[in-house]
């Protein structure tokens, strides 16, 4: 693999400037360790094709020895009359993905069972735009040993539990025939992508069944259509969760190990969303392939996954600062040592309390989610919420941010210190850059959050002075 992994850095080598369009990012490690990408899916409005590519990506053997090498098998569409930049932009694209498809290795043999695992992986186009790839590996029909094969999406769009559905319709149709995928692929392609909560049907035919109706349905509340917490929910306790967004929060290394894509995958997906309205802004790679475990030595942030068949490669590198987390025990193998003192006594507290109220009843994963990401977000906004007050606008309307005013305001001293610290990193700047460029407050669901806020305290106010 140690060959594919230079052409691929070599391949992928790609340029970001500072303040580019958010990245969530696989993919930018294979091509070099330099600043990445952040972590952060567009919110769609809807009307875009829901994907670009449909491949299979199959382990065929090596000419020589007997390892194997993923390989791109089957590719719809197929892109004609290409200018020679989009060729070459398609083939560096089609050339990365099969690492990411097995980036457990080269070394497999035929199988006559394997669980089928679900992941995702994201790579970075030369002009800053994302490509999600959304994966299936299962084993092919038939009988006797076989080797897996990979379904893998390619598309622009952030919505990992709508492609999770449509992965699930083209493993159904892959047990009867691969033409039977394609009139479906091919009629999810002529589709608009939804509005948030709104529906898109398609009709598709299968041999023996008649024609079916498929109803595809995007959450109401966008910001978290790209995460599911269960996976984490079932790893680690809240304590440890709260210790990884502290990590997360001051932008520290973390490294990720399970046994399965899917759980890597998900459970790194979900850390990254608990930083919402902020993006991670550094390396992130949900499955780090094999060839590029040295990932884990850069001095720089990242968080990344990896597969427990490498821990121990993983603790013999060298490495500073880092908070390595056991997915399959539920335990920090290390850590930097004071990952409970970073947030402030007090705000731990609230999220602590809030995360362990008991969820009612048979909940959807959208009412998990909420439950999960609800008291983060609350931090974020006790915290730093009254950042609009504190962007002075010239005449022109561009913003400056006023960074000492806007931390001397908190009257808590351990808010205070927090903040100070928090302001620094990239995680903030990013996101007050994009806020000196707005004229307005966007609309969304943390300014929706902060005026909710802002109302509870104003009705507090008159309450405590009758009190008085």
């Known amino acids: 693999m140690d060959g594919l992994g230079r052409r691929l850095r070599a391949s992928l080598r790609l340029k970001r400037g500072r303040g580019g369009p958010p990245q969530d990012n696989l993919g930018e490690v294979v091509k070099e360790p330099e600043r990445a990408q952040e972590h952060c899916l567009p919110n769609f409005a809807g009307g875009q094709h829901f994907f670009e590519y449909l491949l299979v990506v199959s382990l065929k053997k090596k000419p020589s020895g007997d390892d194997y090498e993923p390989t791109i098998t089957y590719q719809f569409p197929k892109r004609e009359n290409l200018l020679r930049g989009q ?40 002009d800053g735009s994302r490509k999600i790839g959304y994966c299936r590996r299962l084993l092919p029909a038939g009988r006797g040993p076989r080797l897996p094969r990979v379904y893998c999406i390619i598309s622009g769009i952030g919505c990992f539990g709508l492609f999770s559905k449509i992965l699930d319709e083209v493993e159904k149709r892959h047990q009867i025939s691969m033409a039977v995928i394609y009139p479906f692929m091919q009629g999810l392609r002529e589709a608009a992508f939804p ?121 013999e590198s060298p490495m500073e600062e880092v908070l390595l987390v056991n997915l399959c025990e539920g335990t920090f193998l290390m850590s930097v040592g004071d ?53 002075k606008r010239e005449a022109n309307g561009q913003g400056h941010f006023q960074e000492r005013a806007f931390y001397k305001a908190l009257t808590s001293k351990a808010n205070r210190r927090f903040v100070k610290k928090f302001v620094k990193t990239q995680l903030f700047s990013l996101f007050i850059q994009e806020a000196e460029k707005s004229k307005n407050p966007p609309a969304g669901y943390f300014q929706q959050k902060i005026l909710e806020y802002e109302e509870r305290k104003k009705q507090k106010k008159p309450k405590e002075k009758t009190l008085k």
């Open 195 to 315: 509005a948030p909560g709104k529906t898109v049907t398609l009709k598709s035919f299968i041999p023996d069944s008649g024609t079916e109706f498929i109803s595809l349905t995007r959450p109401l509340d966008s910001h978290l259509e790209h995460v599911d917490f269960s996976s984490l929910l079932r790893c680690l306790s809240f304590g440890q969760i709260l210790q990884i967004f502290a990590s997360a929060v001051l932008e520290r290394r973390i490294i990720f190990l399970a046994e399965g894509l899917s759980t890597l995958s998900q459970c790194i997906h979900a850390a990254a969303a608990l930083l919402y309205p902020f993006s991670w802004a550094h390396t992130y790679i949900p499955v780090v392939p094999e060839s590029l475990l040295a990932t884990v030595c850069c001095p720089t942030p990242f968080m990344v996954g990896v597969q427990m068949r490498f821990r121990q490669e993983v603790m």
């Open 87 to 126: 060729q070459e932009e398609e083939e560096r694209l089609l050339g990365a993905i099969p690492l990411f498809c097995f980036p457990d290795g080269n070394e497999w043999a035929p199988l006559t069972e394997y669980p089928r695992e679900t992941f995702s992986f994201v790579l970075t186009n030369v």
């Open 339 to 391: 990952e409970k003192d970073i947030l402030p006594p007090k705000l731990q507290e609230d999220i602590l309390e809030s995360l362990g109220q008991e969820i009612k009843g048979s909940q959807t994963s959208e009412q998990i989610n909420e439950h999960v990401s609800g008291p983060f977000v609350q931090f974020f906004v006790k915290t730093v919420g009254h950042y609009a007050s504190y962007i």
